[in-house]
Every structure is written in structure tokens, then in C-alpha cells.
């Protein structure tokens, strides 16, 4: 069953220092996580012009396929997900890029993962990008609106103002990492 993933992101140049504030607010430290994404496009169409994602995720050893249907709205990053555990990533990888499936770009980051009521909050490293802090909500259309303002406002109270709405792969695209 799809969800939706309302998210948020923003660059840290201070990251210890946003920190502070959000254990401040009573934000809980869950764990840390090694993840490293495997992105992929079909034979016959481009992703990152209709606004899709496609992705083997490796979290810590277990595995997952995700897809994300296109962006909701032109200030998040909320998106339709879907979601399911595979037991063999590296194999599963190799099917796709042996029906056609085109490997788009890899990320791979370390990522502390804070809960504050029905928020996650992650402190996420990215290689070749820097530090990021994305706040998530998994909602429906009914919660949409409310959780977005939600959201902004959270992170306004911790002096964020400028977010970024692309996702990790357009950021390495631009810094000419990958292919487009």
C-alpha cells in the first residue's frame, strides 16, 4: 500500500549546532545507519525527466526496492512510495541492468535517524555533497497540507530557511558526478 512521504530537506553548514536545538525540542536519537543507493532507469525512459525514482537501497546489509511516483507539489519532496525488502540487492541489481535497466548514479551516506513525535529527523553525511537534515512525515492527501506547514515550521524554528527540493542524485548530477 503507497504512502505518502512528506519530506523536506536543507543543507547544515552548522550541523552541530541545529543539533543542540533539535534535542532542545525533545527530539530522541534512534540509531545510525550506513545507506548506499543503487538508482536505476528503465531502457526507454528517463527518470529525471518524468520525476521518478527507482532505487535499490542498502541499509546496514538489508535490502530494499523503492519506487517514488513524481513529486506532489513544487516546495517538498513528498512523493507516492512503495516499498519492499529484497533478500538478494546486488542480484537484484544485476537483473534489472540485464533487462535494459540503466544504473543512474549510486549515494551513499551515513545517516542518524532522531524521532520527534510524528516526525523522523536524520542528519544525513552524503560523499561528494556534505550535510543535510530532511524531516519526514508519512501522511495521506487528508494530512498533506497541514503536515507541509508543519514541517517548514519546524525547521524555521531552527533557523533553516532555504531548503532544497532536489533529490541527492540531481545535487551529485549537478557537481558532475554520473550521467544524466
Known sequence: MPHLEIEVKAALPNPEEVLKKILATGALFKETKYQHDILLDPPHTDFAKTDQVLRIR?????????????????ETKTRKEYSLTVEEGKQLRDIFTLMGFIIVGEIEKTRDVYTLKNMKITFDKVTHLGNFIEVEVKGDETTF????????????????QETIRKDYLELLWEKGFFKK
Open 58 to 74: 542498502n541499509t546496514n546489509g538489508t535490502w530494499k526496492l523503492d519506487y517514488k511516483g513524481p513529486r506532489l507539489d513544487n
Open 145 to 160: 497540507e497541514q503536515t507541509k506547514k508543519d514541517i517548514f515550521a519546524y525547521l524555521t524554528s531552527l533557523g533553516l
